[in-house]
Structures are given as C-alpha cells and as structure tokens.
C-alpha cells in the first residue's frame, strides 16, 4: 500500500489521512523519502528502509535505502526480501538486477 505524505500546500489534498502517523510509528519521520516497511499479516513490523549494522534493533534507525541503486543498498534491500518473502533466488536476482541499473 501506498501512503502519500509531505505534498506541498497545494497538494495536501492528496495525502492520505493518518500517514505521516503511521510514518512515525516506524520512524519514517527520521528517513526521508521514500520510506518502507515491511509488515506482517497483523501488522507487525519485519523490515523498512533501514540499513543498520548486524544484530541491531529495528527500533534504532539506521541509514534509509529508499528506492536501492548502489551495490551495498541493492544488497540490504534483497536480504530484506529473502527474510520476509517466499520470493525465489532467481526472482531477487532480477530484482536486484534492475534496483542495480538506478545507479
């Protein structure tokens, strides 16, 4: 799902009501945009944009990936969908294949 936050004046009419919240709640507000997340069937947080160091609590922000382009983010980004996804190994090449062509 996509949620629409931070238009200019002119445009507020486009956000979708209760985002920048929802933003906050997953500390998007520290990001950047874009900002993700991943979550499960319940609404629990599993990933976002985030890349921290190994073994570091989802509640510490790290640097947001947004939309991947360079090596080390692509990488991030397919790890992300390995752990949180049925997606196979020659899917999440592809998927960093074109994340890799954004650079």
Request: aromatic content about 6%; glycine content about 6%; overall charge negative.
């Amino acid at each position: 799902v996509e949620l629409v936050v931070d238009e200019p004046n002119d445009k507020k009419n486009l956000e979708n009501a209760g985002a920048d919240e929802v933003r906050r709640k997953f500390h998007g507000d520290q990001a950047g945009l874009p900002f993700w997340v991943i979550l499960d069937k319940d609404g629990k947080l599993l990933e976002d944009s985030y890349m921290r160091k190994e073994n570091e609590l989802l509640d510490n922000p790290g640097q947001n990936i947004g939309c991947p382009a360079a090596e080390e983010e692509v990488a991030a980004f397919c790890e992300k969908l390995k752990k949180t996804s049925a997606l196979s190994d020659t899917e999440i090449s592809a998927i960093s294949k074109r994340f890799r062509e954004n650079n």
